[in-house]
């Protein structure tokens, strides 16, 4: 199965080419506020946090760590978007918790939704990642056991230093990536930390040739510092399809023009 994303949006004539830079992305939508306003956006992609509510009743909440309360579980936050039911999600999953009755949510509304899902989750650590990953083969088993089409976004804990010389993705992540999705039926595209990709190419060169399946997301921290220049070889080398450019509309319009 490959990824269904941009057929999605060509057929609903919101972009008119097979090329995964048209593609506009909302940003930690977490709340009631949020999500109107990214449903009254020119995004394609609303991606919201997903963890369990830290009490009473327990239950999938959207909301980024360190919160642990939020004004809209899941359930509110899929009815919402169904409304319109033109804008794909991506559900970006905080803890391994959270996961199994997320996934039970989803199922009730898969079945007539229609537009792309995807679940995001960190499964390994990366370049100078601090954080805790989830546990990869624990998340693969839980999404590969469910029945809705649904992309995968599995990507690495990183961090990023200007004082600090990054090394980028080492060939030892991007094959222990690999081995952790090559038996998913799925379409998985891995994000990627814009600032690390300079010193990347050949990593991920060699990830995105493994499988028709795989494709990668281009992201950034609010503070991170890069070169668009850095991006222009992924862009050149690779299929316009297989590269989503998840970055402020200024950088992500230079890629899209380069």
Same mark, same amino acid.
């Given at each position: @199965? #490959?990824?269904? +994303?941009?057929?999605?949006?060509?057929?609903?004539?919101?972009?008119?080419?097979d090329?995964?830079?048209?593609?506009?992305?909302?940003h $930690?939508?977490?709340?009631?506020?949020k /999500?109107?306003?990214a449903?009254?956006? !020119?995004c394609? @992609?609303?991606? $919201?946090?997903?963890? @369990?509510?830290?009490?009473?009743?327990k239950?999938?909440i @959207?909301?980024?760590?360190?919160m642990?309360?939020?004004?809209? +579980?899941? *359930?509110?936050?899929?009815?919402?978007?169904?409304?319109?039911n033109?804008?794909g999600?991506k559900?970006?999953?905080?803890?391994?918790e959270?996961v199994?009755?997320?996934?039970?949510?989803?199922?009730? /509304?898969?079945?007539?939704w229609?537009?792309p899902?995807?679940l995001?989750?960190d499964i390994?650590?990366? !370049? *100078?990642g601090?954080? #805790? !990953?989830?546990?990869?083969?624990?998340?693969?088993d839980?999404?590969?056991s469910?029945?809705? !089409?649904?992309?995968l976004?599995?990507g690495? %804990?990183t961090?990023?230093?200007?004082?600090?010389?990054d090394?980028?993705?080492?060939?030892?992540?991007?094959?222990?990536?690999?081995?952790?999705? &090559?038996?998913s039926?799925?379409?998985?595209s891995?994000p990627v930390r814009? $600032?690390?990709?300079?010193q990347?190419?050949? *990593?991920?060169k060699?990830?995105?040739?493994?499988s028709? &399946?795989? +494709?990668? %997301?281009?992201w +950034?921290? *609010?503070?991170d510092?890069?070169? /668009?220049?850095?991006?222009?070889?992924?862009r050149?080398h690779?299929? &316009?399809?297989?590269i989503?450019?998840?970055?402020?509309?200024?950088?992500?319009?230079?890629?899209?023009?380069?």
């Amino acid at each position: @199965m #490959t990824d269904p +994303t941009l057929d999605y949006f060509i057929n609903l004539g919101q972009i008119q080419e097979d090329d995964a830079s048209h593609i506009q992305w909302s940003h $930690a939508t977490n709340s009631k506020h949020k /999500v109107v306003a990214a449903l009254n956006g !020119p995004c394609h @992609m609303i991606e $919201a946090d997903i963890l @369990m509510r830290g009490n009473e009743p327990k239950e999938p909440i @959207m909301a980024h760590p360190p919160m642990r309360d939020s004004d809209i +579980t899941l *359930q509110e936050w899929l009815e919402e978007v169904k409304k319109q039911n033109n804008k794909g999600i991506k559900l970006d999953f905080k803890s391994l918790e959270a996961v199994v009755p997320s996934l039970a949510l989803l199922e009730k /509304v898969s079945g007539d939704w229609g537009a792309p899902m995807w679940l995001n989750a960190d499964i390994l650590p990366g !370049p *100078q990642g601090t954080a #805790t !990953p989830l546990e990869a083969r624990a998340f693969l088993d839980a999404v590969g056991s469910g029945a809705s !089409p649904v992309v995968l976004s599995l990507g690495w %804990t990183t961090g990023w230093s200007a004082e600090t010389d990054d090394p980028g993705y080492s060939w030892a992540m991007v094959r222990q990536m690999e081995e952790a999705c &090559r038996g998913s039926r799925h379409p998985v595209s891995f994000p990627v930390r814009a $600032a690390l990709l300079a010193q990347s190419f050949d *990593q991920m060169k060699w990830l995105l040739q493994q499988s028709d &399946r795989y +494709t990668l %997301t281009v992201w +950034t921290g *609010q503070e991170d510092a890069f070169a /668009v220049e850095d991006l222009l070889p992924y862009r050149r080398h690779f299929g &316009r399809s297989k590269i989503y450019y998840d970055l402020p509309d200024s950088e992500r319009l230079e890629l899209c023009n380069a």
